[in-house]
Nanobody, 127 residues
Framework: QVQLMESGGGSVQAGGSLKLSCAAS????????MGWFRQAPGKEREVVAI????????YYADSVKDRFTISEDNAKKTVYLRMNSLNPEDTAMYYC????????????????????WGRGTQVTVSS
């Protein structure tokens, strides 16, 4: 049974930092597509960052490049999202997604249609 559990959200002031964690279970962690999406009130869900686990490639949305970093700990089966220089536009519910199919590459579309999502963790940035 695939399970994804996010943690690390909270409230910060603009310019601050947060680190989100997504602990995965129920599938092999190596060479899998995992990532973070977010959804703000009244807006559509959007991709933030994705990673091919076990040392693979990464992808970032233009809006978070150079501010956010996605990483993994294979031993802990956990994917992280380090968020620096946060601004109010980053306020949203952040969701972890996974595609349990073994892959050699990973694009946002491999996750956006996934059946496997966490419950989300709220990030609120005040000005």
């Amino acid at each position: 049974q695939v399970q994804l559990m996010e943690s690390g959200g909270g409230s910060v002031q603009a310019g601050g930092s947060l680190k989100l964690s997504c602990a995965a279970s129920g599938f092999s962690f190596s060479s899998r597509c995992m990532g973070w999406f977010r959804q703000a009130p009244g807006k559509e869900r959007e991709v933030v960052a994705i990673i091919l686990t076990d040392g693979g490639s990464t992808y970032y949305a233009d809006s978070v490049k150079d501010r956010f970093t996605i990483s993994e700990d294979n031993a802990k089966k956990t994917v992280y999202l380090r968020m620096n220089s946060l601004n109010p536009e980053d306020t949203a519910m952040y969701y972890c997604a996974a595609n349990p199919t073994r892959r050699s590459y990973c694009f946002p579309e491999h996750l956006s249609g996934s059946d496997y999502w966490g419950r989300g963790t709220q990030v609120t940035v005040s000005s």
